[in-house]
């Protein structure tokens, strides 16, 4: 069973273009949801993070948008650039105020392409 | 970066062959976490750690084994290996404070082939 879906699988964007990429969850306990950042050969980094308890998070040119009625959340890259290109993945785990290890559950990807 | 690194970077091995897989780190990390990452199904958890000695089974641990007896130190075991272990792995680590307490920082993986 798969608890986060995450569309598009693949994206082109022109440059200067908006990246938009959207995930959906199932497990309402799920309270904190980053999105890390893949180049090739390399593992995944952090970008960026959003909880619940808010609708958006903007950092610099990513903004994650959340919709906890809906059990969606997004990210949107604007001004999107060649150094953009890279596989997104949405993750979300639970237990945010506990001490628990914090398990994530990561979509499938997004490989982002940004073309001159 | 923070300091993991996992050895080897890329192995090819044979069908049936043990096989294990080291993840290092230098940040005192106390949870460290094993992924597997196949086209289509992006990251998927096999076994963590949440202190040494301590370890739990993740979403595809069957196959896997893993060992903890120094913080700094992950191992990751496929007591026999077969074709559908063929993989890329990432180790990853999450301290428990630090600006983004719940980050989990990756090392740079090691691609597995099995024949």
């Known amino acids: 069973q798969q608890q986060v879906k995450q569309s598009p699988q693949s994206l082109i964007v022109q440059k200067g273009g908006i990246s938009i990429i959207n995930c959906a969850y199932e497990?309402?306990?799920?309270?904190?949801f980053p999105w890390y950042q893949q180049f090739p050969g390399k593992g995944p980094a952090l970008l960026i993070a959003i909880r619940p308890d808010v609708s958006e998070k903007k950092e610099g040119r990513f903004t994650i948008s959340f919709n906890k009625s809906a059990k969606q959340f997004s990210l949107h890259i604007m001004d999107s650039q060649p150094g953009d290109s890279a596989t997104y993945f949405c993750?979300?785990?639970?237990?945010?105020?506990?001490?628990?290890?914090?398990?994530?559950?990561f979509g499938k990807g997004t490989k982002l392409s940004v073309i001159p | 970066d923070a300091g993991i690194t996992q050895s080897p970077r890329h192995k090819v091995t044979e069908t049936g062959t043990p096989v294990t897989l080291r993840c290092h780190q230098t940040e005192n990390h106390r949870y460290m976490y094993w992924y597997r990452q196949d086209p289509g199904h992006g990251l998927r958890l096999i076994h963590y750690?949440?202190?040494?000695?301590?370890?739990d089974k993740g979403e595809v641990s069957d196959g896997y084994s893993v060992s903890r007896s120094k913080t700094e130190d992950f191992l990751l075991t496929l007591e026999s290996a077969t074709s559908s272990q063929t993989s890329v792995y990432f180790c990853a680590t999450k301290g428990t404070s630090g600006r983004i307490p719940h980050e989990q920082f990756f090392g740079p993986g090691t691609r597995l082939t099995v024949l």
């Open positions: 497990n309402t306990a799920f309270d904190y």
């Open positions: 993750a979300a785990s639970k237990g945010y105020s506990g001490a628990g290890s914090y398990q994530l559950t």
């Open positions: 750690s949440y202190g040494v000695k301590d370890t």
